[in-house]
């Protein structure tokens, strides 16, 4: 018999099973064994009614079937695991969880300076062992739990950008929506912002502006003076670009004024950088040059372009950002007409890209050779090009 009150409780949540599964921190075919009303273990049913806040009655998983006999000592162990819910540890197991979240912060902050770094594979490798035991931390009634939570959707944050780079929209999506739905448990409004931000660059990079618009006019929506500099200047940023995108002149350029009105000198010194790793190069890329490039302005974004050159060496010390830079001049010498210059750049952004394993780039500068053979298309530099671009 199919177990209602567990589907119930979950959908309650706005949550698929997958999300269920990931923050309860067990398996997709737990939950769909215990929805199904199969025998489930009693740590994966601990989890359940702690992620879901509720008792093993009130889910329905007390009268799971079990072997004959078993059923009564089942409820009572069951007892045993949830008397403590509510309750904080020993001080010795209290050190223990701090201790843990201390390191796991440490590990969260090496993971992402590995990716900026040009590392993405190794990220990979470990950050999805970090997230499953974050989210068992964060599930623990400890004194680190609220801390484990927002570690949580930071974790969440940084898979949502691998993936939008690896053009896994779909587990993108997924990464940001747990980011999001964590921070509101954490009452982290910060990271919450942050959240927005990442799911509206993921809908940018699919060209769903709409979407886009719509996730940074939710951001705008939860600003308070609490709301850090770096986060607000950011939303007005990535708004000023969408709202180029969209031929939305007036609204472009208003966004690009309190975007430079709110931006902070020193981003790494604002207490969102750790998770939010938006230097001053989102400003002049995002909230300057794209959006002058999207209202066909080439001149005002090459000066933008070349004003973050001079102010910071991100692109020389960060990969994945070296790679963004050369698609943006890429972009500008296009529309300058600037045929030899443009080829030579997408001919090193597309070598880079690949190397980085970047999906994303790669797609993108392949768009940027089809606009060039379009308009050069008898020229050898840029027929040269091409076998750049054999299917990846």
């Known amino acids: ?88 540890l020993p001080p010795l197991a209290q050190l223990c969880a701090q201790d843990l979240l201390a390191a796991y912060q440490r590990g969260i902050r090496a993971l992402q300076d590995l990716y900026f770094g040009g590392a993405p ?64 448990r954490a009452g982290d409004r910060n990271l919450a912002i942050a959240a927005w931000i990442g ?32 986060l607000k200047g950011r939303t007005y940023a990535g708004l000023a670009e969408v709202s180029a995108m969209r031929q939305a002149r007036q609204e472009a350029l208003r966004a690009r004024e309190l975007a430079y009105e709110h931006y902070p000198q020193r981003p790494e010194e604002d207490p969102a950088y750790s998770y939010q790793r938006s230097s001053r190069y989102s400003l002049y890329v995002f909230g300057d040059a794209q959006t002058q490039l999207f209202l066909g302005q080439p001149k005002a974004a090459e000066k933008a372009l070349q004003a973050l050159e001079g102010e910071t060496s991100d692109p020389e010390q960060e990969p994945i950002t070296r790679v963004d830079l050369l698609y943006y001049y890429a972009q500008v010498r296009l529309q300058q007409g600037s045929m030899e210059e443009a080829g030579s750049v997408v001919a090193e952004a597309v070598q880079l890209a690949h190397r980085l394993g970047s999906r994303l780039y790669f797609n993108k500068l392949a768009e940027v050779y089809e606009r060039l053979r379009e308009r050069w298309p008898h020229e050898r530099q840029i027929g040269a090009l091409e076998d750049l671009f054999d299917p990846w």
């Open 1 to 88: 018999m199919r177990n209602e009150a567990l589907r119930l409780a979950r959908k309650r949540r706005g949550w698929s099973q997958r999300e269920l599964a990931d923050f309860a921190g067990v398996s997709l075919s737990t939950v769909e064994l215990a929805e199904r009303g199969e025998a489930i273990r009693i740590d994966s049913i601990q989890r359940l009614c702690r992620c879901l806040d509720a008792s093993p009655e009130a889910l329905g998983l007390l009268g799971l079937p079990a072997e004959e006999g078993s059923g009564r000592a089942l409820a009572e162990d069951l007892r045993e695991l949830m008397a403590p819910a509510g309750q904080e």
């Open 121 to 184: 594979a190794q990220v990979e490798a470990l950050l999805p062992l970090y997230r499953e035991q974050i989210m068992l931390l964060a599930q623990s009634p400890t004194l680190s739990q609220a801390g484990a939570t927002a570690l949580a959707a930071q974790a969440q944050l940084l898979t949502c950008e691998l993936a939008t780079d690896r053009e896994d929209f779909g587990q993108a999506a997924r990464a940001g929506k747990r980011a999001l739905e964590l921070a509101r």
């Open 199 to 230: 799911l509206a660059n993921l809908h940018f990079h699919q060209r769903q502006s709409v979407a886009a618009l719509a996730c940074y006019q939710q951001a705008v929506a939860h600003f308070t003076p609490a709301v850090t500099p770096l």
